[in-house]
Nanobody, 126 residues
Framework: QAQLVESGGGLVQPGGSLRLSCVAS????????VGWFRQAPGKEREGVAC???????FYADSVKGRFTISRDFGANTFHLQMSSLKPEDTAVYYC????????????????????WGQGTQVAVSS
């Protein structure tokens, strides 16, 4: 059974850093684009970053220059390195898989993803 599990969330002060990880099981992650999304209380789930099967990253404007997505090909794992965190980055962060195999791009649209992790809380506060 396909499954994604996130880890690495927590409480951090403004300006700090966190690294989220997502481990996949039940399928080969290398074949799929992957993404990170977040949902703050009372808001829609929004795309943060994604990476194609060729390793090309895409970022939401709100996180460009601060967040970095990466993936460990062959290890069924991908990550989100978050730096210069701001209070507005506070949200539950989700990793997700795009079911389209081998695409050289990735969408930052939640409707394009089929499997999701359970979410990990990130809180940025002093």
């Amino acid at each position: 059974q396909a499954q994604l599990v996130e880890s690495g969330g927590g409480l951090v002060q403004p300006g700090g850093s966190l690294r989220l990880s997502c481990v996949a099981s039940g399928f080969t992650l290398d074949y799929h684009p992957v993404g990170w999304f977040r949902q703050a209380p009372g808001k829609e789930r929004e795309g943060v970053a994604c990476m194609s099967t060729t390793g090309k990253p895409f970022y939401a404007d709100s996180v460009k220059g601060r967040f970095t997505i990466s993936r460990d090909f062959g290890a069924n794992t991908f990550h989100l390195q978050m730096s210069s965190l701001k209070p507005e980055d506070t949200a539950v962060y989700y990793c997700a898989r795009d079911p389209n195999i081998g695409t050289p791009y990735c969408p930052l649209v939640k409707e394009s993803y089929d499997y999701w992790g359970q979410g990990t809380q990130v809180a940025v506060s002093s």
